[in-house]
């Protein structure tokens, strides 16, 4: 049996569908169909079920992925371990994520992680939202993912990374001037008039924390539109202390301006708002040395965050 129909086979079983499987591979849709169709010949009988949406694998399809993916795995950790042991170029990690959560977590805890694999070995960052790192890396551009979204399907493979507070707070001059009823009632108070909207500040206009927050603490939509909106949190954060207004902010990122008092907490939910991170790869690639040692890396490292 062909070792490079069964790779596209098993990419094809991994991601559901020809076309993911074959933007995988490099390959065009019509070269992974032909190659399919092949492998169904040499076994005599379908190994996928076409439908509208992708393909699902017939028992016989679940069969011979599940025998042959993991000596395929093997066989590309064997490969992937002599190309560095040749002296050859070592493999790059590229990692891909939210910028501030790369930028003050994943990127610090990955540090000198490729010591001794030579001296052309690094990690290559891209940022990108939870959908864009997902498609690329299900696309191949990347090796590792980090994303608040779970992705479905079969190629990708998420773990639970770590789980973050997500906090409400404002510079000092806003809080000693906001009522609270303005908070827990979601808007205005009653009788206020024409009160000004909450003045948020969110990486996206459609408030994704500030809607987050609100939902949990207040069973509510959060009131009015965003007054700044900034697609890096880091700058949500300087934007706040500079007293443009509002943020649901995560409490990492904001501690040391909570503890000198440069921010503060407006208020202190019973249950604690939360956003999960995942760590994702595509299934069948943490065999590789490279892939495994970081997300290993990451995974310690999310033990002590808090």
């Known amino acids: 049996m062909d070792l490079a129909l069964l790779r596209t086979f098993v990419a094809v079983h991994r991601a559901g569908s020809f076309t993911r499987a074959a933007a995988l591979l ?3 849709q019509p070269a992974v169909t032909s190659q399919i169709r092949a492998l169904e010949r040499q076994v005599g009988r379908p190994l996928f079920l076409r439908q509208a949406r992708g393909v699902t694998p017939t028992s016989l399809g679940e069969e011979l992925a599940h025998k042959a993916a993991p000596h395929l795995d093997a066989l590309l950790e064997i ?20 910028p501030e ?4 977590r994943a990127l610090p805890a990955l540090s000198g992680i490729d010591k ?26 990347h090796d590792l993912a980090i994303s608040t979204v779970r992705p479905r399907g079969g190629l990708l493979t998420a773990t639970a990374l770590c789980d973050e507070e997500l906090v409400l707070v404002a510079a000092p001059a806003w809080a000693d001037r906001l009522p609270v009823e303005r908070l827990h009632g979601g808007g205005p108070t009653p009788g206020a008039g024409r009160a000004q909207p909450l003045p948020f500040v969110d990486c996206h206009e459609s408030l994704p924390l500030v809607a987050r927050y609100w ?16 697609p890096d949190l880091r700058a949500v954060l300087g934007c706040v202390l500079a007293g443009a207004g509002l943020a649901v902010l995560p409490r990492y990122l904001c501690a040391d301006p909570l503890t000198e008092g440069r921010l503060r907490l407006l208020l202190h939910p019973a249950v604690a708002p939360l956003r999960t991170y995942f760590l994702v790869a595509r299934t069948g690639t943490l065999a590789l040395p490279h892939l495994s040692r970081a997300h ?4 310690r490292a999310a033990a002590e965050w808090s």
Do not use: M, N
């Not at 939902?215 to 900034?230: C, K, N, R, Y």
């Open 26 to 28: 490099g390959l065009s």
């Open 79 to 98: 490969a992937e371990g002599g190309v560095a042991a040749s002296g050859s170029r070592a493999r790059t990690l590229h990692l891909t994520g939210p």
């Open 101 to 104: 959560f790369l930028a003050e």
């Open 116 to 141: 001794g694999d030579g001296p052309d070995s690094g990690i290559r960052a891209t940022f990108g939202t939870a959908q864009e790192s997902l498609a690329g890396l299900a696309a191949g551009h």
């Open 215 to 230: 939902t949990t603490v207040f069973d509510a939509l959060p009131p009015g539109p965003g007054a700044v909106i900034v």
């Open 296 to 299: 290993d890396r990451l995974l």
